[in-house]
């Protein structure tokens, strides 16, 4: 496995410079183990190679390697692929892993010191004690890869090494100030070479290395957890929905959309507020998204208040994945309430959304617009600023809880005073627009501002922060490509006069809901809103 970049560790587990566990702090172990309620289904296939899950604490289980079977003890030797640990469990305790959740790689790694070799060409007790001794004066660690990659033919149960150039990182110290193990191994440990580049090609762990700690089977322990399933494990809770329960009520449970009152906190003095424009949905001066930031005060040495703001925007979006991921949140909606619902005003539900990155789905908010063939739903997915589609049954009741929240975005456009305006004009304004508004600053609207009954907000003017300029102002005028010359233009640019035809389909490119370009929100890596970060 080639490493690329560096990476801020913790280590789990050093054996020796050969061999050692280490985990990004980054990592996402916590979201890839599972408590109850979940379905287990008993593992019957013990062979070494296969994956598992297994109990890593009690009531908690974890993805596991089948390292050895045990038919003496009816167990397993496994190795938990996400905390580096080796644990005998009873073939009882051992359940099947499901393909997605095959997805996520391991979040531990085994690495090398390629740097690094004993000049026995084994490393002795007392140089292991050395080395890990050395790595007990550091809270921190960073790695980076080696000046070589190593490519390796291995079975594709294996897990590959990596090479890697290991530092220190002292207590109150920067990164900047990071110390070279090797080197302090080199100076520290007796019979050791540090090489320029690596010579300790040492071959990756197969699996009956992963674990050298119990070989005599009259040593084998088998913790009280990882015996047996509890017998009050819960595979599954009931729904407890109740006809005329309120709080889930479709017709009652209304989205709070934008008007004047949610955006007073965001306005300054002169009348005008900050935002951002979403990049990755329709921009044109008629059709567009923006995010809206409340501006510090003028003291403020850094941009961390942005980035403050959009974090409380990803937890709310946590809160809403948290919430609807537990089978008893999750109230399927039939095609006759929604039906109704839709004669009763506009009707808003969430969405489970299967997304390309995920194991599982998201969990969005979405407004119900009309029916489709196929059983399928037109949505408007307010907090992303995109329309879809879904099928009905992945469209469930939202609670009265999450409709109090605005969009995450203001949708907007500019005042329709013209209404004989023409959609060639239309698509000239917006083919200049998107090169003319900026996406990775904040911009300035206001102060001419005004909000329609769907919450959509009128402005008149945006500008760059500081500036004067009235960015629609640089628009040019069509009239400058009037006659033979803008036939020639619109020859050569053909989406002119047809750009919200485009615009529609484009925002139409959609994988289950979710446009090709669109990444929404990650938990556990930062794919969601990368526009801001």
């Known amino acids: 496995m080639p490493m690329k970049d560096s990476a801020l560790v913790e280590l789990l587990r050093v054996e020796s410079p050969s061999s050692l566990f280490v985990r990004p702090i980054s990592h996402i172990r916590d979201q890839l183990v599972y408590t109850e309620p979940y379905f287990l289904a008993p593992h019957t296939n013990f062979e070494a190679g296969n994956y598992a899950l297994a109990p890593i604490e009690e009531r908690m289980f974890g993805r596991c390697l089948i390292v050895r079977n045990i038919p003496l003890l009816e167990a397993c030797r496994v190795f938990f692929i996400d905390d580096a640990v080796t644990a005998n469990v009873s073939w009882k305790c051992l359940f099947v892993l499901k393909d997605e959740e095959r997805f996520h790689p391991w979040q531990a790694m085994h690495i090398s010191l390629g740097r ?33 990659d190593i490519e390796d033919d291995q ?13 220190g990182i002292e207590e109150d110290k920067s990164i900047d100030e990071k110390v070279s193990i090797e080197e302090i191994c080199g100076v520290l440990m007796p019979n050791v070479m540090v090489t320029c580049f690596p010579t300790l090609l040492t071959e990756d762990p197969r699996l009956a290395e992963l674990d050298k700690e119990q070989d005599d089977l009259e040593v084998i322990l088998l913790e009280e957890f990882r015996r047996q399933l509890p017998y009050d494990w819960r595979h599954e809770e009931k729904q407890e929905y109740k006809e005329g329960d309120e709080d889930w009520d479709i017709v009652t449970c209304k989205l709070v959309e934008w008007e004047e009152k ?14 951002f424009i979403t990049p990755n949905v329709t921009v044109s001066p008629w059709d567009m998204h923006i995010t809206p930031i409340i501006k510090e005060n003028e003291g403020s040495a850094d941009e961390q208040w942005i980035f403050d703001q959009f974090d409380k925007i990803k937890r709310m979006q946590l809160v809403f994945d948290d919430f609807y991921v537990d089978p008893k949140n999750q109230r ?14 506009r009707a808003y539900a969430i969405a489970a959304v299967e997304h390309r990155k995920k194991t599982g789905p998201q969990w969005l908010r979405v407004e119900i617009l009309d029916f489709l063939p196929n059983n399928n739903l037109d949505l408007r997915f307010v907090d992303q600023g995109f329309r879809g589609f879904e099928s009905i049954k992945n469209i469930y009741r939202i609670h009265r809880l999450h409709t109090a929240m605005p969009p995450f975005q203001i949708p907007m456009g500019l005042y329709f005073d013209d209404v004989s305006i023409s959609e060639t004009e239309m ?11 900026p996406f990775d600053v904040p911009i300035v609207v206001g102060p001419k501002l005004e909000f329609i009954e769907t919450g959509k907000l009128q402005f008149a003017e945006i500008r760059e922060i500081g500036e004067q300029e009235n960015l629609l102002d640089e628009i040019p005028p069509i009239s400058l490509y009037s006659g033979d010359g803008f036939s020639h233009y619109e020859g050569e640019n053909s989406d002119l006069g047809s750009s919200e035809e485009e615009s529609d389909a484009s925002e139409l490119e959609l994988n289950r809901g979710i446009p090709d370009e669109e990444d929404e929100y990650d938990s556990e890596d930062q794919d969601y809103y990368d526009d801001y970060d």
């Open 116 to 148: 690094l070799g004993s000049l026995t060409n084994e490393w002795s007790f007392e140089q292991r004690r050395q080395f890990m001794d050395i790595l007990s004066e550091f809270p921190k660690f960073e790695i980076t890869p080696c000046q070589v």
């Open 155 to 167: 079975e594709e149960i294996d897990r590959p090494s990596l090479l890697v150039n290991l530092y």
């Open 262 to 275: 949610l955006l007073k906190k965001y306005l300054l003095e002169d009348g005008c507020f900050w935002g």
């Open 332 to 345: 399927p909606l039939d095609e006759e309430e929604i039906r109704y619902a839709l004669t009763q005003g």
């Open 427 to 437: 698509g000239w304004s917006s083919h200049f627009w998107r090169e003319i508004v």
